[in-house]
């Protein structure tokens, strides 16, 4: 064993981490030797295996790569098998000479019942503020895309737009990497997702300049939200027949500010002092509505169009690259499967930042 694990394939792991993982077809199980999860992995550990240390048996971040091996290679559990070699890649431990390799059964086992959606969730979480931390865009986005159901099936709604069956998740990138992601029916309105992401984003301690989020998300709300919590400027696309709403012109925020004199307020603070001191004091609808019509006199105001084409690019990229959708999904394990197949993306990703590979949405060497 100790042979093999020097040399697999004939390629050394002490070669050039670039011209090692350039090669076509490689395993899979290589690339995600140089991914680490260790704090990711202690968390899982230390959550989720605390009340029961008599069934803990495999190491968590071998698990969480097999489990990725799996979605990529869109295997079922049944059939997912791992060699010596891989197994050792991975992080599986000797004992006696050999590896011992867990069963899909055991692997299934992890993903729906040990994580569950609450662990995936924080792994989500965890993965997210990981690639934050590497990349230097201030810049995210929202939109939602679907997950397309059989048309036969009998649990997803038919959304008139996509002219499917579908369920939807709702996607926030910075530039141009997933972060955080809901999910939604198929015809769930789009805009009660922004509070969440919002609170995801100040766990992660994202730092951003702007947030662009397709027209669904468009609330005085969402825009007063993204500006006071996140301190970024809140882009949501607006319809063509978009008005200018008189309570959010300025001499109604002077007169609000003035109106309420004894808690401090004031006509003669600057504009951002007065907005925040009106979002503290019951009026962020109003804070919103402010921030609506400035975006509605902006001429340079970004086209809903160009989000789309961003979004989508990466979207589609996901969809090629997992199973992002619901087919032969059951309905109960769709939101989890789903989840776990979006941080799989995350954890390929990841991997290639941490190892400043790029393009670092590429992988088509790997099998």
């Not at 971040?61 to 979605?71: C, L, P, R, T």
């Not at 992660?204 to 947030?211: G, P």
């Not at 500010?257 to 001191?277: C, E, P, Q, T, Y």
Request: charged share 25%; hydrophobic share 35%; proline share 3%.
């Amino acid at each position: 064993m100790a042979e093999t694990s020097k040399v697999f394939k004939g390629v050394s792991i002490t070669d050039s981490l670039k011209n090692y993982l350039a090669i076509r077809n490689v395993s899979l199980c290589q690339f995600l030797y140089f991914l680490n999860i260790a704090d990711i992995a202690q968390h899982i550990e230390n959550n989720f295996y605390s009340d029961k240390y008599w069934h803990f048996k495999y190491d968590v971040s071998a698990m969480i790569k097999f489990a990725v091996i799996k979605f990529f290679r869109q295997q079922p559990y049944k059939k997912i098998v791992l060699s010596e070699e891989e197994a050792w890649l991975l992080g599986f431990k000797e004992k006696d000479g050999e590896i011992s390799v867990p069963s899909g059964g055991t692997l299934h086992h992890f993903v729906k019942y040990r994580l569950g959606v609450e662990g995936i969730n924080k792994i989500m979480e965890m993965v997210g503020e990981k690639i934050i931390k590497l990349i230097d865009s201030k810049d995210a986005k929202l939109d939602s895309t679907p997950l397309e159901a059989s048309r036969y099936d009998t649990h997803s709604e038919f959304n008139p737009y996509y002219e499917c069956k579908m369920d939807k998740a709702h996607i926030t990138m910075i530039g141009t990497y997933p972060i955080f992601m809901t999910y939604t029916d198929g015809l769930a309105g789009d805009s009660l997702q922004v509070p969440e992401h919002i609170s995801v984003l100040l766990k992660m301690n994202a730092k951003l300049e702007e947030y662009r989020l397709d027209g669904g998300y468009d609330s005085f709300e969402n825009h007063a939200d993204i500006w006071y919590k996140l301190k970024a400027k809140p882009l949501i696309s607006l319809p063509i027949d978009a008005v200018i709403n008189a309570e959010g012109e300025l001499h109604r925020i002077d007169h609000w500010a003035n109106k309420m004199w004894k808690l401090g307020g004031s006509r003669h603070m600057k504009i951002d002092d007065k907005l925040r001191f009106l979002y503290e004091n019951g009026r962020q609808e109003q804070v919103g509505m402010y921030l609506r019509n400035q975006n509605l006199k902006d001429k340079t105001f970004p086209e809903s169009c160009k989000l789309r084409q961003e979004c989508e690019r990466i979207h589609g990229h996901i969809k090629n690259t997992v199973k992002f959708d619901v087919r032969r999904i059951r309905e109960e394990s769709r939101e989890l499967y789903t989840k776990f197949n979006f941080v799989a993306y995350q954890l390929l990703l990841l991997t290639n930042l941490q190892n400043s590979l790029k393009p670092a949405n590429a992988f088509e060497n790997y099998i």
